[in-house]
C-alpha cells in the first residue's frame, strides 16, 4: 500500500503511480477473507482505511507509538495528496 515513487517524488497525485481505487480493491479482497471479530492491520500506507467504504465495517484503534509518530503522505479517495494530515489508527476490528 506504499510506493517508492510517490517517495521521491511526492505528487499531487498519486492516480498515475498507486491510484486509490487499488487500495480499496485490495482491502475489499482482505475483508471477505476476515471473519467478524478478526483483526486487520494497516501501518505506513499512503492511504487511510478510514477513507474506504469498507471501514463502516470495523472499529478503528490507535496505538500509542503510532499516535507519535504521524503517517506524512497520504493520499484520499480522490487521488489528491492530504497534506497536514493526522491519522493514527493502524488496528481494525471487524464487527460482527
Do not use: M
Not at 487521488?79 to 489508527?89: F, H, L, P, T, V
Amino acid at each position: 500500500f506504499r510506493h517508492g515513487e510517490l517517495e521521491r517524488t511526492l505528487p499531487a497525485s498519486c492516480a498515475t503511480v498507486l491510484p486509490f481505487e487499488r487500495f480499496a480493491r485490495a482491502i475489499d479482497a482482505l475483508d471477505d477473507r476476515l471473519k467478524p471479530g478478526g483483526w486487520l492491520t494497516i501501518w505506513n500506507a499512503h492511504f487511510r482505511f478510514g477513507d474506504t467504504r469498507t471501514a463502516q465495517n470495523y472499529d478503528g484503534h490507535a496505538l500509542d507509538y503510532s499516535r507519535g509518530e504521524p503517517q506524512t503522505l497520504l493520499y484520499g479517495p480522490d487521488n489528491r495528496r492530504i497534506d497536514g494530515a493526522d491519522y493514527a489508527d493502524i488496528l481494525f476490528r471487524k464487527r460482527g
